[in-house]
């Protein structure tokens, strides 16, 4: 069974940084795109950024600049890179996985979610 275990959530004051992490395991046979999800309260889930198996980004507007996503295809993780943090970066953050897998095919999953909340 595949799963995806975030960490490095927490609290942060404005301007500070955070680095999350996120890393698959189970019967894996190949990870296409990984991504970092967020959902502030009654709001709806975004995209913050994303990261192709050849290494191609893609990110939201608001994060450009501050954050940075990479990968480590050896380790099966993938990494958020916070700096200049704000208020409005608070939420959960997801990760999720494109995985080919021995069991289900391919197929898309995700984490169970890590807090980061910017406040002074």
């Known amino acids: 069974q595949v799963q995806l275990v975030e960490s490095g959530g927490g609290l942060v004051q404005p301007g500070g940084s955070l680095r999350l992490s996120c890393t698959s395991s189970?019967?894996?046979?190949?990870?296409?795109?990984m991504g970092w999800y967020r959902q502030a309260p009654g709001k709806q889930r975004e995209l913050v950024a994303k990261i192709t198996g050849g290494g191609s980004t893609t990110y939201t507007d608001s994060v450009k600049g501050r954050f940075t996503i990479s990968r480590d295809n050896a380790k099966n993780t993938v990494y958020l890179e916070m700096s200049s943090l704000k208020p409005e970066d608070t939420a959960a953050y997801y990760c999720n996985a494109d995985i080919l897998s021995y069991s289900r095919g391919r197929s898309d999953y995700w984490g169970q979610g890590t807090q980061v909340t910017v406040s002074s």
């Open positions: 189970g019967r894996i046979f190949s990870i296409y795109t």
